[in-house]
Nanobody
């Protein structure tokens, strides 16, 4: 049974950077499409970036050019590097996995394995 654990969240000033990690156990991540999602208080969950097992990526327009995703299959981990952070990026960030083989659509209903989430707060 695939299990996912996020880490790396925290408090950062506007313009700063954070790297989130999504570590897997119970199965190897290289067979899965991985999505990063976020949910801010009072808002619906939204897909941030999804990356297929072949490396195809789908980005939320609001993070394009600022956020990148990478896979380290040797470490069974997917990373979300967030640069130029803005207060509106504040949310709980989740990673999730699906075996659909495609990064599109980058929507939560496509994913059936979820981590517990990590809080990202962007504030001065």
């Amino acid at each position: 049974q695939l299990q996912l654990v996020e880490s790396g969240g925290g408090l950062v000033q506007p313009g700063g950077s954070l790297r989130l990690s999504c570590a897997a156990s119970g199965s190897t991540l290289d067979a899965y499409t991985i999505g990063w999602f976020r949910q801010a208080p009072g808002k619906e969950r939204e897909g941030v970036i999804c990356i297929s097992n072949s490396g195809d990526r789908n980005y939320l327009d609001a993070v394009s050019g600022r956020f990148t995703v990478s896979r380290d299959n040797a470490k069974n981990t997917v990373y979300l590097l967030m640069n130029s952070l803005k207060p509106e990026d504040t949310a709980v960030y989740y990673c999730a996995a699906t075996n659909t083989g495609s990064s599109w659509p980058c929507k939560g209903y496509m994913y059936n394995n979820w981590g517990q989430g990590t809080q990202v707060t962007v504030s001065s």
